[in-house]
């Protein structure tokens, strides 16, 4: 598939069109597994987001307060039940994630292998997407504002954002990625934006992530794609789409270890597993 411009025009587009772009963007994923995470025909998830943090995925179920956790091939199924309602997740290690409580404006600090909230943090407002970077906590407050906190809860700084509708972030390196429904906003870690990306079907980003080289992935939900677009936000290529199985993907993360990257769909219970391969290396 050949790369496509932003909507923005460069003065140098042209060049571009001539010359091959040295973008390290992915130039192909191959399926590595095909996860479905439902136990019975009788559940009725909703997965809001995922992880995976070694051999092991952490999904958030939102529809019956638990996280799911499996093997990396889908093997061992439990539940972890919550008293709140999980809508976002990061790793702090391989044993601990913290969940975004949205409504019950909540984090809860979670041990994976004993199964067990070990504790819990309020926040001052409606609380979205966490990321975790450099022993702190990244949480969209209210959609219009970043509380950077350790992991006692204790606010150590505040980050404006680029606009007051921003949902999901993650915290990579010196940068700050966060989205909107229509578009991708980079920003430095003072607030400070980058660059935007915005396109027209762009109606419904759910969930961001990054990988190794600072390019952003995104799930449409409502074109059941996967868009990735590079580190300076000036190209983009759909990567993913209903053809490899995607029906309203939510939760995306990439395994900056192995090279992988995992997408969940919202409602059927399947998730995917890609390896990612690099162009130029």
């Known amino acids: 598939m050949a790369l496509n411009e932003n909507t923005t025009t460069t003065e140098d587009s042209f060049t571009q069109a001539q010359t091959p772009v040295k973008y390290n963007l992915p130039v192909s994923v191959i399926l ?113 504002i970043i509380h950077v906190m350790d992991l006692t809860g204790k606010v150590i700084r505040t980050i404006p954002l680029p606009t007051d509708d921003i949902y999901d972030i993650t915290v990579d390196r010196d940068r700050l990625v966060c989205i909107d429904t229509t578009s991708i906003y980079c920003c430095s870690l003072d607030g400070k934006l980058m660059w935007k990306f915005k396109m027209d079907e762009f109606q419904d980003l759910r969930r961001v992530t990054t990988d190794n080289e600072g390019n952003v992935y995104v799930t449409n939900y409502n074109t059941n794609t996967v868009i990735v677009v590079s580190d300076d936000g000036k190209q983009h290529r759909e990567l993913l789409t209903e053809s490899d199985g995607l029906d309203e993907p939510w939760g995306i993360y990439f395994d900056k270890k192995e090279n992988i990257l995992l997408v969940c769909n919202n409602l059927n219970g399947n998730a995917f597993s890609f390896d990612v391969k690099y162009q130029h290396k």
Do not use: M, W
Not at 40 to 66: A, M, Q, W
Not at 98 to 123: D, E, G, H, P
């Open 32 to 144: 590595r597994k095909q996860i479905n995470i439902k136990k019975s025909t009788h559940e009725n998830l909703s997965i809001s987001s995922c992880i995976k943090t070694g051999n092991t995925l952490v999904f958030t179920d939102y529809n019956n307060n638990r996280l799911i956790i499996c093997n990396s091939d889908g093997t061992d199924i439990h539940h972890i039940p919550l008293s709140y309602t999980p809508r976002y997740i990061t790793e702090i290690d391989s044993n601990t994630v913290a969940v975004s409580c949205r409504f019950n404006s909540t984090i809860l600090i979670i041990n994976i292998s004993t199964r067990s909230v070990t504790s819990t943090i309020n926040t001052s407002g409606l609380c979205y997407g966490i990321s975790y970077n450099d022993n702190n906590l990244y949480v969209v407050i209210d959609r219009s």
